[in-house]
């Protein structure tokens, strides 16, 4: 079974997260990426997010991992809207 915190329907034309994992780390390991790269070995959602306390965004495989704060100013300037 995979486990993610929030899985979203999107049109394929969206650039959107499909798929968001939200962790308390500063520190993003393997074991907090467990259910989204399970996801991305699927191939099933394109668009995967990890939201976390990291400084910086990066981008972990197809993965994308992003500070919290960034996440909310994107999500409340309508970002994620396709």
Do not use: Y
């Not at 993610?4 to 994992?21: F, K, N, Q, Y």
């Amino acid at each position: 079974m995979i486990n993610v915190d929030l899985v979203v329907r999107v049109p394929a034309s969206c650039t959107c997260p499909g798929a968001i994992e939200v962790k308390a780390t500063r520190s993003v390991s393997a074991r907090d990426l467990k259910g989204l790269t399970a996801l991305a070995e699927e191939g099933v959602i394109k668009h995967l997010m990890l939201v976390c306390q990291e400084p910086t965004p990066r981008k972990i495989g197809s993965i994308v991992v992003l500070p919290w704060h960034q996440f909310l100013e994107r999500l409340w300037s309508d970002a994620f809207v396709g």
